[in-house]
């Protein structure tokens, strides 16, 4: 996918998103109010429809076809495959279960979204997952995670997992990562935007 189809799909998926947020608070209080009684949690499962950075909503699509904008903050997590992401690492057609709580005021938002089925799953079983070789600077590290951020070049930026059993020396590499080093490494990318390390070089 280019660069251009890339930007096309994520304004797309934010047109939908902010267009939706308008009534978002009370389609979520209709669907949640009862349930969580103004106290509480409760979840919500459906498909991601996008991510709305600027209103800090995230749209999720019930079975129902009913979508509904739920908040989010820097406190929210995402989890998949037992690692945590940022809320922007969701794709459209991600499966979630998201964990809704009461903000009060008639606000919703969502403290924990579990990935249960990566839209990439279907393309990555196909044969896509080859070994390649990757470079750029690093721009953020996340060590509690086993992740980082590297930019490629024109301001394009992927992040870079280390993989579920990586190698001693890939551990000692990682360690040693610093902000604006210049890195190389064999990796497989799961999507246009993550990459899983293989070993660094």
């Given at each position: 996918?280019?660069?251009?189809?890339?930007?096309?799909?994520?304004a797309?998926?934010?047109?939908?998103?902010?267009?939706?947020?308008?009534?978002?608070?009370?389609?979520?209080?209709?669907?949640?109010?009862?349930?969580?009684?103004g106290?509480?949690?409760?979840?919500?499962?459906?498909?991601?429809?996008?991510?709305?950075t600027?209103?800090?909503?995230?749209?999720i699509?019930?079975?129902?076809g009913?979508?509904i904008?739920?908040?989010?903050?820097?406190?929210?997590?995402?989890?998949y495959?037992?690692?945590?992401?940022?809320?922007?690492?969701?794709?459209?057609?991600d499966?979630?279960?998201?964990?809704?709580?009461?903000?009060?005021n008639?606000?919703?938002?969502?403290?924990?979204?579990?990935?249960?089925?990566s839209?990439?799953?279907?393309?990555?079983?196909?044969?896509?997952?080859?070994?390649?070789?990757?470079?750029?600077?690093?721009?953020?590290i996340?060590?509690?995670?086993?992740?980082?951020?590297?930019?490629?070049?024109?301001?394009?930026?992927?992040t870079?997992?280390?993989?579920f059993?990586?190698?001693?020396?890939?551990?000692?590499?990682?360690r040693?990562?610093?902000?604006?080093?210049?890195?190389?490494?064999y990796?497989?990318?799961?999507?246009?935007?993550?990459?899983?390390?293989?070993?660094?070089?």
């Amino acid at each position: 996918m280019t660069v251009l189809e890339r930007a096309t799909r994520t304004a797309l998926a934010g047109v939908a998103v902010i267009a939706m947020s308008a009534c978002a608070n009370s389609q979520l209080g209709n669907v949640l109010g009862s349930v969580l009684g103004g106290t509480g949690s409760t979840q919500l499962s459906g498909t991601i429809q996008g991510v709305n950075t600027q209103s800090q909503q995230v749209g999720i699509t019930q079975s129902n076809g009913q979508t509904i904008g739920v908040g989010y903050d820097n406190q929210t997590v995402v989890l998949y495959q037992n690692q945590n992401y940022p809320v922007t690492a969701l794709e459209m057609g991600d499966q979630v279960i998201a964990n809704i709580r009461d903000a009060g005021n008639g606000s919703y938002y969502a403290d924990t979204i579990q990935v249960t089925q990566s839209v990439q799953n279907g393309r990555a079983s196909n044969g896509s997952q080859s070994v390649q070789s990757f470079q750029g600077t690093v721009r953020q590290i996340d060590y509690q995670n086993g992740m980082f951020t590297i930019n490629t070049g024109a301001g394009y930026e992927i992040t870079v997992s280390m993989p579920f059993n990586p190698r001693q020396q890939d551990v000692d590499y990682f360690r040693r990562l610093a902000r604006g080093q210049t890195v190389r490494f064999y990796g497989v990318a799961l999507n246009n935007e993550r990459i899983e390390l293989r070993q660094f070089y």
